[in-house]
């Protein structure tokens, strides 16, 4: 047999499934040339993705061999193709010897072995969700969410990534570095951080939010979360020209919508919602911050009750199609996991776990908007602490920052910080925790910071 081992495509009659039985055979043969091959592959390459059958089972006794730290080679796979009662085998293993000249290219023929089977599983998968389709039992969104499952299960036959050596990592730190020290502090993208746009949080966070980091927004209702999480939204779009998606599962988009408008333009909310008191000045001031806001790239979901695996699958088709930097969910206690309705720490456990992986798989920064536990009204000093959240599921746990929104006017009617809120970094995984405050104006629902990127200030258009 030659060294140079075709396509899975090349020379497949008609009608056949993707398959390459040369590259197959050549893996095999590589690692009975060469024992220390199994462990090169073994990541990489499952017994699945043989095409036929004796040579997944061969690859399969290969396998738990290496995983016993036993030898594997033409006598150890004699001994346990016996023991597992494959001795129909051992004759087909004694044509593989001398199948390639060299091992060398193993894991070339092993990329080819794994080709065919994912372009196999693709097929598979093309016939599951055309059978989903004629069956025509499920809503459009359960629909959505079993296909996107089945397209999960395409990729990937063993893991999907390897070690990473320490010089290539100490790279890619220095690198980091190098780009961090001559970044310019008005050009915050230029780190990779997704900034804010408030410099007192942004300190604490290095620059701003870290993509692949889940962070939690928190406090009391009525606190202002949603206020806050739409005003970092327009303004991070707005003047960073970050892509943004927001689900919201309390508001509608025409409030959502409101809320920014108000915040970007300066008008009280109470004006927009009676268009005829608005003045000339005033329409023209909303003209331009519609314009604003029309550039920005946001894009926004408030279809109500949303699942897990909902948001997962509309944040993936989004990410392809357009980009992402930021997803807001507004809030984590009203997404749903399938299956663990009858357990809702467990359940929330789930979803902040599954939200912590999509921001890590899509590379993206994910905001969830939480409620914090009724114990905060039972102590004197109502600031949000961190064990507040120990009620709701892992948060605390999968959460790289927890942030915490608290505004004394709302307890204290005749305190000294009338319209000022306080944000706490209560965890902040890669950096120091502390607060800052904020100015709150509840004409508009919007916050100002006391400090703000001077150079691209995102200030509001009167």
Partial sequence: MSSEIRPYRSERPEGLPP??????????????????????????????????????????????????????????????????????????????????????????????????????????????????????????????????????????????????GIVPGLQAYLDQLSIAYDRDPNQPLESGRLPTTYRDLDQYLRGGFSRGDLVILAGRPAMGKTALSMEIVGRSASVFGLKVAVFSLEMSVPQLLARMVATTSGIPLTTLDDARSLTQSQQDIMGKAFGRLAETNIVLDSSGSQTINAIRAKVRRQAARYGLDLVVIDHIQMVHAPGQERNRVAELGEISRGLKALAMEQNIAIVALSQLSRAVENRQDKRPILSDLRESGTLEQDADVVLGLYRDEYYNKNTDLNRIANLLVLKNRNGATGDCNLIWNPETTGFRGLDEYSERSPTPIF
Wanted: aromatic share 8%; charged share 20%; hydrophobic share 45%.
């Fill in 19 to 164: 398959q390459n039985l040369e590259a197959e055979a050549a893996v095999l043969g590589s690692v009975l040339l060469d024992r220390e091959v199994i462990g090169r592959l073994s990541a990489s390459l499952a017994a699945r993705d043989f095409y036929r059958e004796q040579n997944g089972t061969i690859y399969q006794a290969m396998l738990n061999l290496y995983e016993r730290d036993q030898p594997v080679d033409y006598l150890t796979l004699i001994d346990e193709l016996e023991r597992s009662g494959q001795a129909d085998d051992i004759l087909y293993l004694g044509s593989l010897l001398g199948v390639v000249p060299t091992p060398i290219h193993a894991e070339a023929y092993a990329r080819l072995v794994a080709t065919a089977a994912f372009m196999r599983r693709l097929i598979s998968a093309g016939g599951q969700i055309a059978s989903l389709g004629f069956q025509g039992q499920f809503t459009t969104e359960a629909a959505m969410e079993r296909c996107e499952a089945i397209l999960a299960g395409v990729a990937g036959s063993a893991v999907s990534a390897d070690f990473v």
